[in-house]
């Protein structure tokens, strides 16, 4: 079955980091692009960045530069992203998703982040 | 960046009823690198058109997208109780991909 499984919602206190997972199955692992896609509660879409499973390069919009890290593991079909620096702004569900020339074919279920003192 | 304003709002409608939801850009999306996604209350989005015209994989012939440039529509023809839901267009044409602030379709 074709599917984005995320880690589990968390809860961080401001200035730490988190580090969300998403296990892709069902498909080829290296052959599609995959992005991060961030939703703050009651709010709408926002892209974090893409990676390329293959090479593990990485493109960040402008926003996150110096604060998100997108990483992969080709071994476990897995990508992650690492935000640091939280803030209570970055509370939000973050989802990752597939890429097919831009646009998003897939998506995992979501993970909520929450930023609390 | 390139960004989306999506109208109206909220469109409040029938079962049965057209639908037709805007997205403008504040500047050519190329190659008509435009994608609409429906999104329900605690699912992730879900991809409808690609291309500002193609639909995705089992999506009904219902709807429909058009336009190019900086103005586009998605068209719903007859409306389904599971269509009542949040719309986002996203442009893919230029980075950053940016998306629409949403219209939510509700149930008149």
Partial sequence: QVQLVQSGAEVKKPGASVKVSCKASGY???GYYMNWVRQAPGQGLEHMGIINPS???????QKFLGRVTMTRDTSTSTLYMELSGLRSEDTAVYFCARGRGGYFDLWGRG?????SS | EIVLTQSPGTLSLSPGERATLSCRASQS????SL??????PGQAPRLLISGASSRATGIPDRLSGSGSGTDFTLTISRLEAEDFAVYYC??????????GQGTKLEIK
């Avoid at chain 1, 090479?55 to 919009?61: E, I, L």
């Avoid at chain 2, 994608?35 to 329900?40: F, S, T």
């Avoid at chain 2, 996203?90 to 998306?99: A, L």
């Fill in chain 1, 28 to 30: 080829t692992f290296t």
């Fill in chain 1, 55 to 61: 090479g593990g390069s990485t493109s960040y919009a």
């Fill in chain 1, 111 to 115: 993970t909520l982040v929450t930023v």
């Fill in chain 2, 29 to 32: 999306v190329s190659s008509s």
């Fill in chain 2, 35 to 40: 994608a609409w996604y429906q999104q329900k």
């Fill in chain 2, 90 to 99: 996203q442009q893919y044409g230029s980075s950053p991909y940016t998306f």
